[in-house]
T-cell receptor, first 114, second 109 residues
């Protein structure tokens, strides 16, 4: 069966520090992968998506970046965190189910920037 | 612009029925999703509608009216474990998901 792992689960970082969140998927090959951010009282915001190794599409200009060094690995990074980067970050992969692309999410990473 | 509207919070009683509404405005339409999200956890898929009508799946049902840009999620025989946020998301013509802010459902005994 397919599983998605995301870590770390929580982290507290000072402003200006770097960030690395990692996501790996098991049990599937060549998945579409996504990074979302969820802020309180707002809908999920798509940050990046990837259809293959080295292929990254950015949806929102920001100080975050993403990389896909391996087929089932997706990394979210920042060189210098801002206060506004605080939030709940979710990695997801999609599978076609009954004609729809259904997202399966990782457990999430809660980031607090101080 | 593209927009999803759903109530911020609803309260219901254990054993009762609750209907969570969602209206959407998107550039084109390729389906409507409902996800459940318990506090501090990731969203999990509940339902997908692309044609008008009601889709029933156990205690949960989802309805879509494309002409009205409207959907609802119906939860029957409410249980305490149904306390969660329910996220509505519409897929536009580019197959991008537009997400609502979620409806927090509080179940009281």
């Amino acid at each position: 069966s397919q599983t998605i792992h995301q870590w770390p689960a929580t982290l507290v970082q000072p402003v200006g520090s770097p960030l690395s969140l990692e996501c790996t998927v098991e049990g599937t090959s060549n998945p579409n992968l996504y990074w979302y951010r969820q802020a309180a009282g707002r809908g999920l915001q798509l940050l990046f998506y990837s259809v293959g190794i080295g292929q990254i599409s950015s949806e929102v200009p920001q100080n975050l970046s993403a990389s896909r060094p391996q087929d089932r690995q997706f990394i979210l990074s920042s060189k210098k965190l801002l206060l506004s980067d605080s939030g709940f970050y979710l990695c997801a992969w999609s599978v076609e189910l009954g004609g729809a692309n259904v997202l399966t999410f990782g457990a999430g990473s809660r980031l607090t920037v101080l | 612009g593209q927009n999803i509207d759903q109530p911020t919070e609803m309260t219901a009683t254990e054993g009762a029925i609750v209907q969570i509404n969602c209206t959407y405005q998107t550039s084109g339409f390729n389906g409507l999703f409902w996800y459940q999200q318990h506090a501090g956890e990731a969203p999990t898929f509940l339902s997908y509608n692309v044609l008008d009508g009601l889709e029933e799946k156990g205690r949960f049902s989802s309805f879509l009216s494309r002409s009205k840009g409207y959907s609802y999620l119906l939860l029957k025989e409410l249980q305490m474990k149904d306390s969660a946020s329910y996220l509505c998301a519409a897929m536009d013509s580019n197959y991008q998901l537009i997400w609502g802010a979620g409806t927090k459902l509080i179940i009281k005994p």
